[in-house]
Nanobody, 122 residues
């Protein structure tokens, strides 16, 4: 599975961004999808994940109520709407695809996109 993330950029605190991830795989609907982020000097951390049909989703406590993950299986895309952004949200954001061993750790996902930079200024 090839994943291509886009939508990152520079935004002021309190602003919004929408990240998108396009998958090459025609069996996209059989993969759990997730978003992770990695700030400089820190480990990659879980942000959000969504199950196959899009009816179940999970969020890190730090983004609950501000971020929304969604997927469109007809278009092979997964999105992350990020509102009320904070400087601590600054990181490279990665989309990932997995077979459902789990949903919240790096090891649960098998395929990764190249990452897109999100910078939130204070």
């Amino acid at each position: 599975v090839q994943l291509q993330a886009s939508g990152g950029g520079l935004v002021q605190a309190g602003g919004s961004l929408r990240l998108s991830c396009a998958a090459s795989e025609r069996t996209f609907a059989t993969y759990f999808m997730g978003w992770f982020r990695q700030a400089p000097g820190k480990e990659r951390e879980f942000v959000a994940a969504i199950k196959l049909s899009g009816s179940s989703w999970y969020y890190a406590d730090s983004v609950k109520g501000r971020f929304t993950i969604s997927r469109d299986n007809a278009k092979n895309t997964v999105s992350l709407q990020m509102n009320s952004l904070k400087p601590e949200d600054t990181a490279v954001y990665y989309c990932a695809a997995g077979r459902g061993r789990g949903i919240a750790t790096v090891d649960d996902f098998d395929y990764w996109g190249q990452g897109t930079q999100v910078t939130v200024s204070s």
